[in-house]
C-alpha cells in the first residue's frame, strides 16, 4: 500500500473541488482543472479533503491510488500557486518570438519553429545577463507545463559538442571533447 496515497488532499480556503464518481473537478484563483480517472480506485470528498483508496486488493489498485491522489494533489496546487518552466535557449542567432497564442523559434534552421500554444498556458519571453532568450512557460496544470516545455525542447535539443540549443534552465548537459587531430 502507498504512504502517501493514505493522505488526505488538503483543499485550502477559496478553493472548489468536486467529486462525481471518478472524475475530479478543481476550481481556484489559477483556473480550473477536470480529471478522470480509470482503474480499481475509489475518490470522496469530505469536508475540505479529498480521499482516495483502493476498491480491491489486486496489484493495480494498489499501484494507481497513490498515483491518483498525486495528480489530485498537484491539481490542488496548480490551481492556487500554479505551475512554471523555464527554458534557457543557447546558439549564435537564436531567437523567440511570442503573438498572440503562437511561439516562434529561430534556431538556425532554413525554417521558423512555430508552436501553438495550448488553453491555459501563458509564455512569458525575457533574456539571461548574457543575452540568451529565455522562455517561461506558465499554467495551473503540472502536466501541461511540462508537456509545452518538453514540446519546445524537443525542436533542438542540447548537442553536447558546442551546447547549443534549447534546454531547461538549469538543466546539466555533459559535454563532449570534440575530434582530435594527429
Not at 502536466?143 to 546539466?172: C, L, N, T, W
Request: hydrophobic share 40%.
Amino acid at each position: 500500500m502507498s504512504r502517501i496515497g493514505k493522505l488526505p488532499v488538503k483543499i485550502p480556503a477559496g478553493v472548489k473541488a468536486s467529486v462525481d464518481g471518478l472524475t475530479v473537478s478543481i476550481e481556484g484563483a489559477k483556473g480550473k482543472l477536470s480529471q478522470t480517472f480509470k482503474g480499481e480506485i475509489n475518490i470522496v470528498l469530505e469536508g475540505d479533503e479529498i480521499k482516495v483508496s483502493p476498491a480491491s486488493n489486486s496489484r493495480q489498485a494498489d499501484a494507481m491510488f497513490g498515483t491518483a491522489r498525486s495528480i489530485i494533489a498537484n491539481m490542488v496546487k496548480g490551481v492556487v500557486e500554479g505551475y512554471s518552466k523555464v527554458l534557457e535557449i543557447k546558439g549564435v542567432g537564436f531567437k523567440a518570438e511570442l503573438k498572440g497564442k503562437v511561439l516562434t523559434l529561430a534556431l538556425g534552421y532554413a525554417h521558423p519553429c512555430v508552436y501553438e500554444l495550448p488553453d491555459g498556458i501563458s509564455v512569458a519571453i525575457g533574456e539571461t545577463p548574457d543575452k540568451n532568450p529565455l522562455v517561461t512557460v506558465s499554467g495551473a496544470s503540472k502536466h501541461m507545463v511540462g508537456q509545452v516545455a518538453s514540446d519546445i525542447k524537443h525542436f533542438y535539443p542540447v548537442e553536447p559538442y558546442k551546447g547549443k540549443g534549447v534546454r531547461i534552465h538549469g538543466e546539466f548537459v555533459r559535454r563532449k571533447e570534440g575530434k582530435k587531430t594527429a
